[in-house]
T-cell receptor, first 113, second 114 residues
Framework: DTAVSQTPKYLVTQMGNDKSIKCEQNLGHDTMYWYKQDSKKFLKIMFSYNNKELIINETVPNRFSPKSPDKAHLNLHINSLELGDSAVYFC????????????FGEGSWLTVV | GENVEQHPSTLSVQEGDSAVIKCTYSDSASNYFPWYKQELGKRPQLIIDIRSNVGEKKDQRIAVTLNKTAKHFSLHITETQPEDSAVYFCAASYGGSTLGRLYFGRGTQLTVWP
């Protein structure tokens, strides 16, 4: 009964590869996010989708491409991975109009070697 | 955009003592201020939040205060226990937005020594 689930939890890959992280929420929320947490623990928003529509697109390299097939899913595809992409990626969701309380997934640990 | 500053970056206390973490924000339109706790290797989890029409909120050993005039808010943990050890994040929500745009502080590593 996990509210926000993402896969894979751990991912080790070589530079230059392309990888995807999947996220699903069963809370009935209409807004989903991707956050990146670097080695210094800073949580930085990357993207936000509301009802499948891209709302927030921070200054993120265009190697990162989110896709939302429906409002319960938000996937993140990363092309041509670089060493600096190593981080923990958190998917999250919220319901617009409910004081913006955000619920995070368990995180995906990406290591680029 | 909003800028949230959080202090201190690390905090060590003895079990049973109190811990206080302070945050300031820049945008006077921000009206929602949650606090998240992140244990090692886990996800950030909401522990308490406060809205701009309230000055203080308490939940057992945790309390949050908000000073809108000074644009700062604080987390207070009393009677700390070793299981309170974690990274704590404050955040501010961009005023008027219904789309969950949260700006996070850089986090405080709290260590409670037994």
């Amino acid at each position: 009964d996990t509210a926000v689930s993402q896969t894979p939890k751990y991912l080790v890959t070589q530079m230059g590869n392309d990888k995807s992280i999947k996220c699903e929420q069963n809370l009935g929320h209409d807004t989903m996010y991707w956050y990146k947490q670097d080695s210094k623990k800073f949580l930085k928003i990357m993207f936000s989708y509301n009802n499948k529509e891209l709302i927030i697109n921070e200054t993120v390299p265009n190697r990162f491409s989110p896709k939302s097939p429906d409002k319960a899913h938000l996937n993140l595809h990363i092309n041509s991975l670089e060493l600096g992409d190593s981080a923990v990626y958190f998917c999250a969701s919220s319901q617009a109009g409910t004081a913006n309380t955000i619920y995070f997934g368990e995180g995906s640990w990406l290591t680029v070697v | 955009g909003e800028n949230v500053e959080q202090h201190p970056s690390t905090l060590s206390v003895q079990e049973g003592d109190s811990a206080v973490i302070k945050c300031t924000y820049s945008d006077s339109a921000s009206n929602y201020f949650p606090w998240y706790k992140q244990e090692l290797g886990k996800r950030p989890q909401l522990i308490i939040d406060i809205r701009s029409n309230v000055g203080e909120k308490k939940d057992q050993r945790i309390a949050v205060t908000l000073n809108k005039t000074a644009k700062h808010f604080s987390l207070h943990i009393t009677e700390t226990q070793p299981e309170d050890s974690a990274v704590y994040f404050c955040a501010a929500s961009y005023g008027g937005s219904t789309l969950g745009r949260l700006y996070f502080g850089r986090g405080t590593q709290l260590t409670v020594w037994p």
